[in-house]
């Protein structure tokens, strides 16, 4: 009868300790003793090695100490990386020459049958630039205020502004320097860094050009000048419209400082010659050259 009773009694502690295995308490590893290796064995052929919960536990642990430690390296603002950090200083201001090289078009009827234009020509733009970051280092809204003298010319017929038809003579030509304000509308994309402190960006957006003044080239054989009651008359619209897209490469010189090299296109969207039968639309490709602040 005493047999029995302790094989009951055997059978029943048995019985408890799978139950709490099975519900991971640490109950049953409480149980366990350094010397009975065999039944550990046992116990983790049996049930897994998760068998008692402690695994998961030590797993977990070490996945939060390598959380921490990301955190001590990278800082606690920046959990992805040096290139998604958040900026210095949410507005950047700076200042931008950019040489640049006119090609304006021109298709002429009626009286500016003939009209075509005459190459292109070297010209400069500066101004204040203002770049606010809207997430976190990657993406900019950049505006500013440019001062910008481009340049337009024409080729035409040499009878243009003649009353009397005379296929004789030479052809005639017209240069101006057309100065403007511009005000940039636009987005900069910066990529990760190519180098230590070096990295490239996108440009992209419109430019709303305001004209200030134009001024004919050599006057004395402009013929467009000439040809309009001795340049008493505008020859060009108030303004323009333009897309701009460019890219380059920023190289930080510290936290507070910048350099900018790029290349950019403008493309003019608006016929800025005042002739109503003559279209002449602005082309510019720059060399942008910047320093941040």
Known sequence: MKKVAGFGLISLLLLSALSQAQTKSPALYRLKTKESSVTERRFRKILGDNYDGQDQNRRDYEDDRKRRRRRQTTGPNDETGPDYARPTHLI?????????????????????????????GMRFSVGPTLDYYFFKDRYAFSTGLWYTVKRSGFQMPGTFGQSRFNPNLPEQESTYNLQYLQLPVTVKLFANDIAPGVRLYVQTGGLLSLKLAEKAQDKARNGLYLAESGGDRRQYGFGDIELLLGTGVQYKLNHNNALNLGISYQRGLLNVARGRELVSKNRVVSIDLGFQF
Not at 92 to 113: C, I, Q, V
Request: aromatic share 10%; charged share 15%; no cysteine.
């Open 92 to 120: 950047e201001m700076g200042l931008r020459f950019a040489p640049h090289l006119d090609l304006n078009t021109a298709d002429g009827s009626g009286s500016y049958l003939g009209f075509r234009n005459n190459g292109a």
